[in-house]
Nanobody
């Protein structure tokens, strides 16, 4: 069973920084795209940032220039560095990963996916 374990959330003041981490546990053949999503109270879950295995990134317009996603492929871990945080960044942040469970699934291009349990980020003065 593949699990994603997040850490790094908390309460910060506007303008502060936080770094989220998400580690993959369990046996996988290879991790493909990893990303961060967030869900604010009363709103739908939205994409924050994604990163491919070769380092290509994609960001939501609302976080461009403030957030940076990165990954360590040797640890199957993804990070989200959040700078210049705003109250509207307050949300539960979820890690997501697409991965190949086995060599066979990689050959067949059969991707699986997993979500983390979520970590709360609160930006408030």
């Amino acid at each position: 069973q593949v699990q994603l374990v997040e850490s790094g959330g908390g309460l910060v003041q506007p303008g502060a920084s936080l770094r989220l981490s998400c580690a993959t546990s369990g046996s996988v053949f290879g991790v493909n795209v990893m990303g961060w999503y967030r869900q604010a109270p009363g709103k739908e879950r939205e994409l924050v940032a994604q990163i491919t295995g070769d380092g290509r990134t994609n960001y939501a317009d609302s976080v461009k220039g403030r957030f940076a996603i990165s990954r360590d492929n040797t640890k199957n871990t993804v990070y989200l560095q959040m700078n210049s945080l705003k109250p509207e960044d307050t949300a539960v942040y979820y890690c997501h990963a697409n991965f190949y469970r086995t060599e066979y699934s990689h050959y067949e291009r059969e991707l699986s996916d997993a979500w983390g349990q979520g970590t709360l980020v609160t930006v408030s003065s």
